[in-house]
């Protein structure tokens, strides 16, 4: 499956953003979607994940209450939903589709990856 992510760019601090990921093939609705970002310098590190019925989210403790993941299956798309950016927020965010479905929070549980998408947040 190919995902494309969109929707990053140049935000103030304190302010929001809305990255999509959209799929390629219909069987996105079986799969567990992930939302990583890696920093210049830094390991891809764990955002959050979606289950595959959207029934079920868990997000790393440094964007709780802040993000949200959502998806919707009709149009093959996961959102991320960024409030109260910080400047330590700026990264390239990737989404990923896990096929296992185990609620992974590591990159090795994904089989796909999209192409990342670049949030600024200036201060």
């Known amino acids: 499956v190919q995902l494309q992510a969109s929707g990053g760019g140049l935000v103030q601090a304190g302010g929001s953003l809305r990255l999509s990921c959209t799929a390629s093939?219909?069987?996105?609705?079986?799969?567990?979607m992930g939302w990583f970002r890696q920093a210049p310098g830094k390991e891809r590190e764990f955002v959050g994940v979606?289950?595959?019925?959207?029934?079920?989210?868990y997000y790393a403790d440094s964007v709780k209450g802040r993000f949200t993941i959502s998806r919707d299956n009709a149009k093959n798309t996961v959102y991320l939903q960024m409030n109260s950016l910080k400047p330590e927020d700026t990264a390239v965010y990737y989404c990923?589709?896990?096929?296992?479905?185990?609620?992974?929070?590591?990159?090795?549980?994904?089989?796909?990856w999209g192409q990342g998408t670049l949030v600024t947040v200036s201060s």
């Open positions: 093939r219909r069987t996105f609705s079986s799969y567990d």
């Open positions: 979606i289950s595959w019925s959207g029934g079920s989210t």
């Open positions: 990923a589709a896990d096929r296992r479905r185990a609620l992974g929070v590591t990159r090795y549980e994904y089989d796909y």
